[in-house]
């Protein structure tokens, strides 16, 4: 069968609400990126994620070859989530997965919502530093065999095109980010197949092509659904029989779409208790699914089981896909750590898989309830329930103090059962989820719906299971934020609240604690005055985080201090700190640089274990990396020694020393890091020097995912000999 010509169904895309001449256009380009790319590497389905703001999560722009109403729960993928696509956006580096155990052994999550065989590859789309977000293509597992090299520069080559196409965009001024649902790009076109043996088959047969759409409906299958075939044609499967749009049937069809391989189930003939049970059969291909539909047995459930015949509309429902949301979520939430990356975890994982809208969070602390997260409700709604005590009759405290879930199909129904409850102006469900850890209660969850529905004994299942994991997550980030708070207070205690003021130079320290986990590590800094007038300037970083790292760097500033007031040489100050810090604590150890200025002529003598280079800016506004030779970092070798380099501090020259938290970034070479910061201080203006240690801290830390701390030691000449006058 011979393939389209590339890009050939580029054109077919569906609108989009906010859709205008730019927008299309986009749309376009990216429509015809994704067709190309996935016919490129032999792929069945692929798509484009694209930025949806400075700080917000990447969204599918266009998706092609998928329905896109069944991926749903991964149209949004924040960069910090351990999936594919965000490891991909954020290193800047290719992603190939070629089978399902190396998508298990990589990215567990990923395999854990979509568990079946196939395979993957992802490709960032980057226009030098700037990341515009990634292509990504599915296609069938080749077990044991990697990607070969040429489908990967196949993929690289479109990612490149893509981004050089919208790097110019950005350029002339447009917006290249994307907001709203995915665009549908229809797949090209193949062969149809043998219309008139299927007319004659008394099986109904359903063809539906990748996106999910009726493209042929033979007889029986018009007869069986009581639709004519003009009817079916052209409509989603899901929207057109609705029966098989439960969600314990769309893992069936997802696994179909992703695998390529058959699957069997059976299921109801509609909605009612009393309808039959029939054979549903999707036999995948490259061009979409056959669906086929046969008369069966009831299924064999055990007594008292709510999935038998006659148990209910909608009873079988999750039970499929229900099983992997636990799994999900319990792998998401033995990566957070404080309180609120559990919160950001549940609105991430857990809304999206049971199409909730809303979401609210109380911790219990002093028998009362204190509101700890929230999002979807009308802002300040939820502000009246703030710090309520247990002995309120309210569904958020009675689901606490009984230990049962609350589940409300309407926001009638809950105003029925509390009269006189504020509501806001949904309409919709909603669920009330007792937070309980080993028998001990931490809070409750509100899970908010925008429209009425019902909760099938799968579902109740499920929330209270996911309940429990909830609750123990948020009782060890309780523990860890008290950890936290006890290390921010002794690092307080521990680091410099002023430093010295002598004559004839100036100094400034700033300090950020990093914000990936808010857990606090062992950067310092400070600044010594000796007997004899000079001045020690000195930062170090301690490994690790935590009180330990807070508690060894408070012991290595006292060292560092003591060594010097006793008038030790800079390298009998580091190496005796070094000594000190093997006898301690084994094992732990530390990067330090240590300056000794003389204010008046500017002499100094430096000294580097482990720690990067310093940058030196001259009068003249120049500024270069310093080439300090130094020895190991602190704690490996006791017989260590650290080679003195003499500098001098012109009048109008700024030193500075600094922490690695300043110039790396993940995927990111660090000598990248440190240019950055080179040129920051070139250009910053010559004074105040507080301006200039606000300007060179700032860009690191306005950001909302740092992994690690940061020290910033400015040292500026401002007069003494050599001065002019």
Known sequence: MQRPAPGAHADCVTARPDSGPATDAMARVLARTCVDAVQAVGGFAGGIYLRSGAEGPLLLAVVSGLPGRLFRPWWRMHVNRPYPVAE??????????????????????????LPFPFGSLYEPVMAGPERFGVLFVLRPATPGVPVDAADRERLRTAADGLAEELAARAGAGEPVSWTGDPVGVPPPDTAQGAREALERLTLAVLSVDREGRIRYVNRSAAALLGLGAPELRGRVLWQAVPWLGQPAYEDHFRGAFMSGEPVRFPARLGRQPDADWVAVELCPGADGVTVTIDAAEPPGYPPGSADRPGAGPGSAADRASALYRPVSLAIALTEAVTARQVSAVVTQELLPAFGGRQLAIYLLNERHLHLAWETGFPQGFLDRFDGVALDVRLPGVETLTTGRPMFFESMEHLASAYPGIPLDAHVGARAFLPLIASGRPVGSCILGFDAPRGF?????????????????A?????????????????????????LPVRENVETVGRYLPGTQGMDVGGDWYDVVETADGLLALVIGDVQGHGVAAAATMGQLRSAVRAFTIGGGAPDEVVAGTNRLLIGLD????????????DPVSGRARAVRAGHPQPLLRHADGRAEVLDLPGGVVLGIDAGATYPVTELRLAPGAVLALYTDGLVEEAGVDIDLGVERLRAALAAAPPSPLTETADLLIGSAGGSADRPDDIALLLASRTGGRGAAP
Not at 586 to 597: E, I, K, M, R
């Open 474 to 498: 948020l009782e060890r980030a309780q523990r860890y934020d008290t950890e936290a708070a006890l290390a921010r207070g002794l690092q307080a205690a521990l680091l410099p609240h002023r």
């Open 88 to 113: 991909a956006y954020r290193s800047g580096q290719s992603v190939h997965l070629p089978d399902a155990e190396v998508s298990m052994r990589r990215f567990p999550q990923l395999m854990a919502g």
């Open 456 to 472: 099938s004994p799968e579902e109740r299942t499920v929330l209270t299971a996911l309940a429990g994991l909830i609750a123990q």
């Open 586 to 597: 084994p094992g732990q150890f530390a990067s330090c640089c240590y300056v000794l200025l």
